[in-house]
């Protein structure tokens, strides 16, 4: 069984830069997909970022150029590198590993972008 752990968030002005980790249970790096999603009150979860086995990144168009996925598969750990911040970006950050068999989720962590 995965366990996925997110941690990072906080409250951070417009313009600023956080950067979000998701600590997994063991090495499954190698042979999921991991993403990074993100729901904001009221609306529906949403993908944010996503990087496949072979390093491939996936950006929405609204975070491109701003947000950045990376992995270090010897500390089995995700990170989304968020720059620029807008209040739009408040949301519950989730983490998420597939494959082609299951999938599983975070807890989520909080990121609120305020003056």
């Known amino acids: 069984q995965v366990q996925l752990v997110e941690s990072g968030g906080g409250l951070v002005q417009p313009g600023g830069s956080l950067r979000l980790s998701c600590a997994t249970s063991?090495?499954?790096?190698?042979?999921?997909?991991m993403g990074w999603y993100r729901q904001a009150p009221g609306k529906r979860r949403e993908l944010v970022a996503s990087?496949?086995?072979?390093?491939?990144?996936n950006y929405a168009d609204s975070v491109k150029g701003r947000f950045t996925i990376s992995r270090d598969n010897a500390k089995n750990t995700v990170y989304l590198e968020m720059n620029s911040l807008k209040s739009e970006d408040t949301a519950v950050y989730y983490c998420n590993a597939r494959n082609w068999n299951s999938e599983e989720w975070g807890q989520g962590t909080q990121v609120t972008v305020s003056s």
């Open positions: 990087i496949t086995t072979g390093g491939f990144e």
């Open positions: 063991r090495n499954i790096l190698s042979s999921n997909t």
